[in-house]
């Protein structure tokens, strides 16, 4: 764990662009890798606001894992340009994150991953004393509120997988992705507001899934196997009185 998460973290750091055609500082360009493992930057990037959170969720694991804090405190400066690509792509609009500066696109899961990074990041700021943690503390909420006022379909009890300039996209459930496999991700991030909110949620998805096992790729039968469990446990918190 410590050395395949170690190097794939040190590898992140030591691509990341100091200053981006965006004028965007932390974050990291697509690579190819020639035959003679030379790299070769193509100049561009997609879903960077999944990559950033997904990095940062990874970076607070690898701590609580391993406790480097030398690690962490000399690419001090690396983590927050990373944690902060996150607010800056959010839209003034509507509060939700776009995938990169020049889209309009917004995803469920992407921004359920940027929420549960901001709520790391936070942690971190905690345990380092580093500033900035009310901004953070109000990037995640506003974040959490977005998702719930503008994708959220309470009448159905599912979220809108995606929105563009064109507008919302309502999930066919017969789907497994993305429309079906973005709603696991709400319950996997706390996105979910209240007790009732996911259990009603929970067990929507569970009938679906049940279903259609199956018809997922290994990567997403895991990622719906943690929901599954992520879900258990809350119940089990949740009976013993213990609040988030």
């Known amino acids: 764990y410590e050395t395949t998460c170690g190097n794939y973290i040190r590898g992140y750091f030591n691509h990341i662009n100091p200053l981006d055609k965006y004028d965007l500082t932390g974050t990291v360009y697509h690579y190819d890798i020639d035959f003679d493992g030379k790299e070769y930057s193509l100049n561009t990037y997609h879903n960077i606001d999944a990559a950033s959170a997904s990095f940062i969720l990874l970076l607070h694991r690898f701590y609580k894992k391993t406790g480097y804090k030398n690690f962490i405190t000399q690419n001090r400066k690396k983590i927050a340009d990373i944690a902060y690509v996150i607010p800056h792509l959010m839209d003034d609009k509507d509060g939700l994150i776009r995938v990169s ?10 921004n359920s991953l940027c929420y549960a990074a901001m709520r790391a990041y936070v ?55 993305p429309d079906r496999y973005s709603q696991l991700f709400p319950m996997l991030y706390d996105v979910l507001e209240s007790d009732t909110q996911r259990k009603s949620f929970k067990n929507r998805c569970y009938r679906y899934f049940d279903q259609t096992w199956s018809e997922a790729d290994p990567l997403r039968v895991t990622v719906i196997d943690l929901a599954r469990r992520k879900c258990t446990a809350d119940e089990t918190a949740a009976s013993k009185g213990e609040t988030k």
């Open 101 to 110: 500066p020049v889209s309009g696109v917004k995803l469920l899961e992407n």
């Open 123 to 177: 942690d971190m700021i905690d345990e380092f004393g580093w500033d900035k943690k009310d901004f953070y503390v109000e990037a995640a909420q506003d974040i959490r509120t977005a998702i719930q006022v503008h994708l959220y379909r309470d009448h159905r009890l599912e979220f809108y997988w995606k929105r563009d300039q064109k507008g919302k996209y309502t999930p066919n459930w017969k789907i497994v992705y």
